[in-house]
């Protein structure tokens, strides 16, 4: 059975990575978890309405930009951010990253990232690194590298089965001590979600303002970088959370298979993350949800409403529309670090026709709990072990 769950999720991560290089990049606008304008099935043109709920109340329906502190491109599915120059404090190599969330909610509101105070418990050993700013500001980091030079490679199996993959690699690996998370000691000890996106290269050799990046220098979901302005562009993720349709950003993984899969960093040290408690105390996750075997159509493919799942995006239909949990707005157990959790639609749930597109936690676990959806393979039903952290950016309901 161990085995058999191992080739499973192998399996899986590959159709993730086939899908992370369509749906975003291609732009396919049949498949976008975009809403539709309240105009449709109306006798007044779009204009006519007023602003949405979510400009009064953010908690209410409607757009809502989460991660504030960059520009979004919905038509590209990217986020231009600013990008922080900070050194390793023993060596003085350059440190590029950026900044998603923070335990501190009052920097949080004036930063424009995320709050997660959920982070307050991941500082266990390797999870966070430690950090102190200099006089002139420069954050200084103790330890923690990463190395982007090696070459992304996911190489499916022979179709029809894709799986396991014959190959793969992350396009970028952090050392034993390297984590996304930091505690900055000069800053009431509070905890930043801090990804790495290059490491001891100059300035001058990130130069790729309006051209594509070199992939051997920085991190797989750069779009563009520049250092001269001081801003970096970075691939989002479609997804759900609750029913309504989200962008995420997906950073680094907690092993080397999710991390090539993902376009993210393989980072060693959030392999000290506990995993499997969800919204207990002193629990660093939130769950996200995956599925083996959604909805496909062969004939319909990006068109089909129901579309979801590894399968479908194995097959070019495009991403495979994970569902996340809590986000902030719409609920208080937000964490960037999302425990994966892999459902396999049963033989009975095909039987009887229930396979459909699932967009939200709790309907998830009610057909989990009635039998239709299990763990890969048939296992119990529950946490991979994965950790990926996937800082929440854009709400659009």
């Known amino acids: 059975m161990y085995k058999k769950f191992n080739k499973t999720l192998a399996s899986l991560f590959v159709i993730s990575s086939l899908c992370a290089a369509v749906a975003i990049a291609e732009e396919s606008g049949d498949d976008e978890v975009r809403p539709s304008p309240p105009s449709i099935g109306t006798d007044i043109p779009v204009t006519y309405f007023g602003p949405p709920p979510s400009s009064v109340e953010p908690e209410l329906i409607g757009p809502v930009q989460l991660l504030r502190s960059g520009v979004l491109d919905e038509d590209a599915g990217t986020i ?24 501190d909610a009052e920097v949080a509101v004036a930063l424009g990232v995320n709050h997660a105070g959920k982070l307050a418990f991941a500082d266990n050993s390797r999870s966070a690194r430690i950090a102190e700013t200099d006089v002139d500001g420069t954050l200084m980091f103790h330890w923690g590298a990463v190395d982007f030079s090696p070459e992304r490679i996911v190489t499916p199996g022979e179709l029809p089965n894709a799986f396991p993959p014959a190959a793969f690699q992350p396009g970028s690996v952090g050392d034993e001590l390297y984590s996304p998370l930091v505690k900055i000691i000069s800053a009431g000890d509070h905890i930043y ?31 563009h970088i520049c250092p001269e302005e001081g801003t970096v562009t970075l691939a989002l993720t479609p997804g759900f959370s609750f029913a309504k349709p989200v962008l995420y950003l997906s950073t680094d993984t907690n092993d080397p298979l999710p991390a090539a899969l993902e376009g993210a960093t393989y980072a060693p040290g959030l392999r000290d993350v506990a995993v499997g408690a969800d919204d207990s105390l002193f629990s660093a996750v939130e769950r996200i949800f995956g599925f083996v075997n959604g909805p496909v159509n062969l004939e319909e493919g990006v068109t089909n409403p129901q579309r979801q799942g590894f399968e479908s995006a194995l097959r070019g239909e495009g991403d495979t529309l994970n569902v996340l949990g809590g986000i902030p707005t719409v609920a208080t157990d937000y964490s960037p670090l999302w425990d994966l959790n892999l459902g396999e639609w049963s033989q ?14 709790f309907q998830i676990l009610g057909l989990v709990e009635r039998g239709f959806i299990t763990g890969p393979g048939g296992a119990p039903y529950g946490s991979t072990g994965f950790i990926i952290n996937c800082p929440i950016v854009h709400r659009f309901l």
């Open 80 to 103: 231009t951010m600013p990008l922080y120059y900070g050194k390793l404090k023993e060596t003085g190599e350059a440190v590029w990253y950026v900044i998603t969330d923070t335990t």
């Open 348 to 361: 009975a749930a095909i039987d009887r026709g229930y396979v459909s597109r699932l967009t939200e936690e």
């Open 193 to 223: 979600n801090a990804p790495m996106i290059a490491f001891n290269t100059p300035a001058e050799d990130l130069d790729f303002c309006d051209t594509t990046p070199d992939y051997s220098l920085v991190h797989d979901k750069v779009v």
